[in-house]
């Protein structure tokens, strides 16, 4: 039951695994992912991006699924319900950044709908690369298109969250994600006989240590919560809804192989085309440039490219929704369980704000000078509103929660909640002893780590 008396939902088995998956594989799998890893000189780089996931990333979403099942509320509530004190701030801050994160994330969420529109109806035939790219750079600057796409965005966000747990996430995360691997397999196995095949595993997997660099190994860390939605409460409301058949370890397992697959399986489909096409790796760095404005015009070089385009921004924009409803989930859930709102009016009324936040953002990528110039940090990556949000979210806000999650359950908590927890459902190979050592020591030695060198200003 919430505060305003009504039930909160559960789960079906498969339901949890699809959504949580949902969330976690987003923008930061197909968008981010391939470009800081190419930035990263790949091999190495991927090695340590693996043992980040599995030992501090699992651990920590583990580490949140039982929060959320134990306490059956939202971030906030959670920490309450198990005596946490003032240990509820953490899950404040979660829902603030969760927040945050939302308005600039619908905002790239919407591109990729401008993008599929743009590639179903024939936008970039007989262009060449400097002419997308310049498409890309006029679309930016365009503030009608830019609010108008994050309208459309969170307005689908707003209408699947208000259809409740069940009814909404539930409904929509199976069939999305059935969808988006289908597609994935599709454009991966096109990707497969292309040239560049060979040359893009190469670079992905074989390791070369003498590239590997501490700012490297710090991005790792950061990108792994970002990946795997960690360090802000959602996966403590999305494990809020979780019934006592699910294996908390083993679901955590699955989620966290599925969201590492995928942002690999990204690469394999990026990357033959970047050596294919030898595409400048300034174009790669350059953030955003990749996706909008070197892809679309090489998928059409390609055959069968009239389908790959609108199949490639077809699967980005399913990712990206499922991961923007886990975001408002996080906001409206809190609303809903501590200060007794119904889930429609909440969910409408807060994705109303979040959306009037993100205009500033929209507007930052060209369009406003003031607001693409602000840099509250100072550093180069940081210029404009959006990158400074990002900068704030990725390298501060997912961590710093992450750590205290980390702390909280690993130092804090009765034992004999989390063994029970634990231990519900089906055992896996993972034993409770093994995650215990990694929630202690591990995890927060290595976040605090990367805490510390971003106090002593190393860029990453
Ligand atoms: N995991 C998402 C991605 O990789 O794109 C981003 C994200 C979603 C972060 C939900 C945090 C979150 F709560």
């Known amino acids: 039951m919430n505060a305003n008396g009504s039930e909160r939902g559960n789960w079906t088995?498969?339901?949890?695994?699809?959504?949580?998956?949902?969330?976690?594989?987003?923008?930061?799998?197909?968008?981010?992912?391939?470009?800081?890893?190419?930035?990263?000189?790949?091999?190495?780089?991927?090695?340590?991006?693996?043992?980040?996931?599995?030992?501090?990333?699992?651990?920590?979403?583990?580490?949140?699924?039982?929060?959320?099942?134990?306490?059956?509320?939202?971030?906030?509530?959670?920490?309450?319900?198990v005596g946490g004190g003032k240990w509820k701030i953490v899950g404040g801050l979660g829902v603030i950044t969760g927040f945050v994160l939302l308005s600039?994330?619908?905002?790239?969420?919407g591109w990729t709908l401008e993008y599929f529109i743009k590639s179903v109806t024939g936008a970039f035939d007989g262009m060449d690369?400097?002419?997308?790219?310049?498409?890309?750079?006029?679309?930016?600057?365009?503030?009608?298109?830019?609010?108008?796409?994050?309208?459309?965005?969170?307005g689908l966000t707003i209408i699947i969250v208000a259809g409740g747990i069940v009814k909404g996430i539930q409904r929509i995360t199976k069939i999305l994600m059935p969808v988006l691997f289908i597609i994935m397999a599709i454009l991966l196995i096109?990707?497969?006989?292309s040239e560049g095949f060979g040359q893009a595993l190469t670079f992905l997997f074989r390791p070369n240590f003498s590239e590997l660099t501490l700012g490297s190994v710090l991005e790792a860390v950061g990108h792994s919560f970002f990946t795997l939605s960690l360090g802000m409460g959602a996966i403590i409301t999305y494990g809020s809804y979780m019934t006592d058949k699910d294996s908390i370890p083993k679901s955590a397992i699955i989620?966290?192989?599925?969201?590492?697959?995928?942002?690999?399986?990204?690469?394999?489909?990026?990357?033959?085309?970047?050596?294919?096409?030898?595409?400048?790796?300034?174009?790669?760095?350059k953030s955003a440039g990749i996706l909008f404005s070197t892809l679309p015009i090489h998928f059409l070089n390609m055959p069968g490219g009239f389908l790959f385009g609108p199949l490639f921004f077809i699967l980005v924009a399913f990712a990206a929704l499922t991961s923007t409803i886990s975001l408002l989930e996080v906001v409206v859930a809190y609303f809903i369980d501590e200060l007794?709102?119904?889930r429609v009016q909440a969910t409408i009324g807060l994705g109303i704000v979040i959306f009037v936040l993100g205009i500033f953002s929209a507007l930052s990528n060209g369009a406003v000078p003031a607001l693409s110039s602000f840099n509250l940090?100072?550093?180069?990556?940081?210029?404009?509103?959006?990158?400074?949000?990002?900068?704030?979210?990725?390298?501060?806000?997912?961590?710093?929660?992450?750590?205290f999650i980390a702390v909280f359950v690993g130092w804090r908590l009765q034992v004999a909640v989390?063994?029970?927890?634990?231990?519900?459902?089906?055992?896996?190979?993972?034993?409770?002893?093994?995650?215990?050592?990694?929630?202690?020591?591990?995890?927060?030695?290595?976040?605090?780590?990367?805490i510390i060198a971003v106090i002593f200003g190393r860029e990453f």
């Open 13 to 81: 088995k498969l339901g949890f695994i699809f959504a949580a998956t949902g969330s976690a594989i987003g923008l930061g799998n197909i968008w981010k992912f391939p470009y800081i890893t190419y930035e990263n000189n790949g091999g190495a780089f991927v090695l340590v991006y693996l043992i980040c996931i599995a030992a501090i990333g699992l651990p920590i979403m583990i580490a949140e699924m039982i929060l959320g099942r134990k306490s059956q509320r939202n971030a906030v509530g959670a920490f309450k319900a």
């Open 104 to 109: 600039y994330y619908s905002v790239v969420a």
């Open 129 to 154: 690369e400097s002419e997308v790219g310049k498409l890309f750079g006029d679309f930016l600057k365009n503030p009608v298109k830019q609010i108008s796409w994050h309208a459309v965005f969170m």
């Open 190 to 193: 096109q990707s497969v006989f």
């Open 255 to 285: 989620v966290c192989g599925l969201d590492t697959f995928v942002a690999l399986m990204a690469c394999m489909i990026i990357y033959p085309i970047i050596f294919t096409f030898k595409i400048s790796p300034e174009s790669m760095t």
């Open 340 to 342: 007794g709102w119904r």
């Open 377 to 403: 940090i100072g550093k180069s990556s940081t210029a404009g509103f959006f990158n400074t949000l990002d900068y704030l979210v990725s390298n501060w806000l997912l961590p710093v929660g992450g750590f």
């Open 418 to 450: 989390k063994d029970e927890e634990y231990y519900k459902g089906e055992k896996t190979f993972l034993n409770y002893r093994a995650w215990n050592f990694l929630i202690k020591f591990v995890a927060p030695v290595a976040v605090a780590i990367i």
